[in-house]
């Protein structure tokens, strides 16, 4: 069974672009959505092994506030399935000081410049934080 990817991204054609990438490069099955309420239903009742989160989202709501991406990680860091689950910024904002800025303000633990310059190399970087999650599950005492 292949790892399941949520992709949060209110742009339909980016969201499709992330989907095919991780669908046709690495194998992964994907969940897209935009809709905040639905994604934190979504990590609480789904095995979901990453997350890749637009940080500009225009529309999406949790119980009728609009929220960011930020913000949605924050609240999907509060869920219990969300503690662990690891979530990578997707963003055009790629200013310096931005990933630190970011990360440390989402509690994300990637960051991932828009528009992708490598494909290949995020499908890399996703396999690698479940991979290491997987192996804290497996083995707390080795990781």
Known sequence: MADTVLVVEDDPANALLVETI????????????DDGDEILEIVTSRPISAAL??????????GGDKVDGVELT?????LAGGV???VILLTAHAMKGDRERLLFSSGANDYVAKPIADQRELVKLVRQ??????AFEDDPEES
């Open 22 to 33: 991780l669908t046709r490069l690495g194998g992964f099955d994907v969940i897209r959505s």
């Open 53 to 62: 989160m637009d940080v500009s989202l225009k529309n999406t709501r949790v």
């Open 74 to 78: 924050r609240r999907i860091r509060s």
């Open 84 to 86: 662990g689950l690891p």
């Open 129 to 134: 934080h479940i991979d290491t999650v997987q």
